[in-house]
């Protein structure tokens, strides 16, 4: 299927279709979304005002049709057809904070397996920014009975956990392919600050390497990322251990080694 | 399944646009009918035989197998079924068949389609194994939230009530009845099983389903794979299931045993490969699982209860050597 190319309404609303740039198809208008939500209209104001966006087939992401657990929706978006994608944005229309995270493959394939957190039915989104500057976005909708984001983390209500905060699990699995998967999975509330009485508290970023330091992803993850966030990453062969490190918004530090 | 998926966002916009809510119901009496007829599968034993599906507003909840049993002195009633309506309607067609009063009212485990049709029984008579009652106290209200959602209208005037008795395993006579109760779990934290003696029927819950896909939201596989060892010596002619048809063949234990079990060896052997959730989504279902109704649904909300702590075992092992 041919993408169909839009502008972020913010654009368009600066200017007629007539005077849209030449170099851009016809703009479409925002019902010609192919998840048609509501709320794509605001989404390319928010995340992609003045900036080309096409929806992409390419773009792809993986979730369950009806969400069994809103607090943990198991989602794989894999922008891997596509040649270089530089970043990926992952945002869902109807969550209270849309943006989900965000990720920058550096040497991984880029696509990344996660869980997050719905409080209603939502498209979820990932939109991948390839080299020419040009996003890329693809989605599902998930129905989802809700309250996932307002719903208070298991963390915050437990007092042993804190001792366990920023832990890492995890492990490097080889693929019969010669490439790796790392599954890896952080102690960390993920406390939204919407549910009463509890404040914001999540990992902000994350950032692995191999041995010899060079970068292999680094994530930048928000509110609705589930508690104990566990990561799925594919990435060409890059030895026995992956370094993990990255911070909360409090400042504490996450740093371990994952190993086969 | 699709249509849900694709109705949602239309719902959603309505709910946007402050639309008025559909307009309210007409014929109340017949539309919320669920048509209850007791099967008498024994003298004195008779079973309400649920859909073997999903919760729908088309079935109003009705896909469990609830039961009362008859004895000289008194009626005991095993689960009481999704609503307030459906527990009124068994209590109607229970007095079709006896003037007896209930002398107890069970529920084997703290799943909604078995308490929450509690309203209509009298409340000396509701009874259930302690860890029932506390699952009923703190869960029942969300369960009911969630029903209402699922199976709509037909949940109107629909409340929690737990049950105050708690029941203990062993035999004794209750109205006229030689009856034992043996507490198992694993389906969830207590599974009531009921051996009605003079018959030799089983009324064993959840702990077997038959034909139709195991349930697996508070399951502990290990547990609940030794309690159908269990079942399966007791002196049994005849077996109730908490889903599918009664049975005189212990196939059922089998089918579900070896439904769970792969159930159990799939999650392991997925955290062991390291597949993402939404490859163990994906799975297919083998063949020979195909014929349980609602298989497709249920494995991958199995996939959702129980892979997480499967993936957690195989990362924790991997990090600690
Ligand atoms: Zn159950």
């Known amino acids: 299927m041919r993408p169909t190319t839009v502008l972020a309404l913010a654009t368009l609303w600066l200017c007629s279709v007539a005077d849209a740039p030449a170099a851009v198809p016809v703009a479409v208008h925002a019902s010609t979304d192919p998840l048609d939500s509501a709320r794509w209209g605001d989404m390319a104001k928010t995340f992609f005002a003045g900036r080309t966006v096409v929806f992409d087939a390419r773009v792809k992401v993986v979730a369950p049709a009806i969400a069994e657990d809103s607090l943990n929706v198991p989602v794989s978006v894999d922008a891997s057809g596509l040649a270089g994608v530089e970043e990926v944005l992952v945002f869902a229309d109807f969550n209270p904070i849309l943006a989900v995270l965000r990720f920058r493959p550096v040497k991984a394939k880029p696509a990344l397996g996660f869980r997050l957190k719905l409080q209603q039915s939502s498209p979820v989104r990932a939109a991948a920014r390839t080299a020419d500057g040009v996003w890329h976005v693809g989605g599902t909708w998930v129905t989802a009975t809700g309250g996932g984001c307002t719903a208070p983390s298991t963390g915050s209500g437990s007092p042993e956990w804190q001792e366990r905060l920023n832990q890492v699990s995890g492990r490097i699995f080889p693929r019969s392919d010669g490439s790796e998967r790392l599954r890896m999975r952080v102690i960390h509330p993920m406390d939204t600050g919407l549910a009463q009485g509890i404040p914001v508290f999540h990992i902000e970023e994350l950032t692995l390497s191999d041995e010899s330091g060079a970068e292999l992803m680094r994530i930048q993850t928000y509110e609705p990322v589930s508690e104990n966030p566990l990561f799925t990453i594919d990435m060409p062969a890059a030895g026995t251990r992956v370094r993990a490190r990255g911070r909360d918004n409090n400042g504490n530090r996450i740093d371990a080694w994952v190993t086969q | ?321």
């Open chain 2, 1 to 321: 399944m699709s249509t849900r998926h694709v109705a949602f966002p239309a719902l959603l916009a309505c709910a946007l646009a402050l639309l008025p809510a559909p307009a309210p119901a007409a014929a109340e009496a017949t539309r919320f009918d669920y048509r209850l007829a007791p099967q008498e599968i024994a003298p004195g034993v008779h079973v309400f035989t649920g859909l073997r599906e999903d919760f729908s507003p088309a079935n109003g909840g009705n896909i469990v197998n609830t039961g009362f049993i008859v004895g000289s002195t008194g009626v005991i009633v095993i689960d009481t079924g999704p609503s307030r309506r459906y527990g009124e309607q068994m209590l109607a067609a229970i007095r079709r068949v006896t003037p007896l009063p209930v002398v107890l009212t069970i529920n084997t485990h703290h799943h909604p389609d078995h308490f929450l049709g509690n309203q209509a029984f009298p409340a000396a008579t509701l009874a259930a194994l302690p860890e029932t009652q506390r699952g009923i106290q703190k869960d029942g209200e969300a369960f009911n939230e969630n029903l209402y959602r699922m199976a709509g209208d037909w949940m109107e005037g629909t409340e929690r009530v737990a049950p105050t008795q708690p029941l203990a395993a062993g035999r004794r006579t209750v109205g006229g009845r030689d009856i034992e109760i043996v507490a198992l779990d694993g389906h969830t934290p207590a599974d009531f099983v009921l051996i009605d003696h003079a018959s030799g029927t089983v009324f064993a819950g959840d702990l077997l389903f038959h034909d139709r896909a195991a349930t697996t939201p508070h399951a502990d596989l290990a547990h609940w794979l030794a309690a159908l060892e269990r079942l399966a010596t007791l002196p049994a002619r005849q077996w109730v299931p908490g889903h599918g048809d009664v049975t005189r063949d212990a196939a059922a234990i089998a089918q579900t045993r070896d439904y769970l079990e792969w159930i159990a060896a799939t999650m392991r052997e997925g955290a062991e490969s390291g597949l993402d959730m939404t490859e163990m989504l994906a799975r297919p279902i083998p063949a020979r699982f195909r014929g349980l109704a609602e298989v497709e649904r249920e494995y991958r909300r199995s996939v959702v209860h129980l892979f997480p702590a499967a993936e957690q075992a195989v990362l924790e092992k991997a990090h600690a050597r």
